[in-house]
């Protein structure tokens, strides 16, 4: 698909190394377009509210991703398709990411840009 628009995040790689702040990534910029509602369980969207926001998260999935999903067309469907695949990370990563973030330590780091480019990963 070609990407006539830049996109405002990175996409959601298939290797699934950035699903966690793709999702909070896609809530935020849903919200601000005021489309969140799409992506929620018995929503009452219009077809046009659906179209832009399968648009937007189309655009904003890996090649690799959006081929497999190329049948969806419907935003909460592929919302629920993608969550299925890769909401088992929660559970791997987020427990390791936090216990990282507790044994962070300033001492550890020759150089202030080196502690601040760890924190904000």
Do not use: C
Request: glycine content about 0%.
């Amino acid at each position: 698909m070609a990407n006539i628009e830049n996109r405002k995040f990175i996409a959601l790689d298939i290797s699934r190394k950035n699903y966690l702040s793709w999702v909070l990534d896609v809530k935020l910029h849903l919200s601000a377009k005021k489309l969140r509602h799409t992506i929620d369980e018995d929503n009452a969207a219009s077809n046009e509210e659906r179209a832009t926001a399968l648009i937007f998260l189309r655009h904003h999935i890996d090649d690799g991703l959006q081929y497999e999903y190329l049948t969806v067309e419907n935003p909460l469907e592929l919302w629920q398709n993608l969550n299925d695949r890769f909401k088992h990370l929660k559970a791997v990563i987020l427990p390791k990411a936090l216990n990282d973030w507790s044994q962070l330590r300033f001492q550890d780091f020759k150089t202030v840009s080196e502690y601040n480019s760890t924190l904000f990963k």
